[in-house]
């Protein structure tokens, strides 16, 4: 089994930054795409942000040259640095990881964090 935890969420003034990061633990080979996702209520969760293990890189147009993702394999952690925040970035905030957890086998799973909070005053 594979847990993600996140953690760095919280209450932030309009303009202000936070930094998010979600570990993954467990039976893990190797991690390809991990990203981040949100979601408010009444909404679908919607992609944020994601990264391969390779560096490339994807985001939402409603974040682009405000948020940044990056990772490190070394320790299966991925990160969020969120700047410029706006009231509308206020959401749970969940990671999602692609893992291999067998070296003997190509099959994947993906798995979710358990989410954290963001809200950004205005």
């Known amino acids: 089994q594979v847990q993600l935890v996140e953690s760095g969420g919280g209450l932030v003034q309009a303009g202000g930054s936070l930094r998010l990061s979600c570990a993954a633990s467990?039976?893990?080979?190797?991690?390809?795409?991990m990203g981040w996702y949100r979601q408010v209520p009444g909404k679908q969760r919607e992609l944020v942000a994601r990264?391969?293990?390779?560096?490339?890189?994807n985001y939402a147009d409603s974040v682009k040259g405000r948020f940044t993702i990056s990772r490190d394999n070394a320790k299966n952690t991925v990160y969020l640095q969120m700047n410029s925040l706006k009231a509308e970035d206020t959401a749970v905030y969940y990671c999602?990881?692609?893992?291999?957890?067998?070296?003997?086998?190509?099959?994947?799973?993906?798995?979710w964090g358990q989410g954290t909070q963001v809200t950004v005053s205005s």
């Open positions: 990264i391969t293990s390779g560096g490339r890189t």
């Open positions: 467990g039976s893990i080979f190797s991690i390809n795409t």
């Open positions: 999602k990881a692609d893992v291999r957890s067998d070296a003997g086998s190509y099959s994947t799973a993906w798995y």
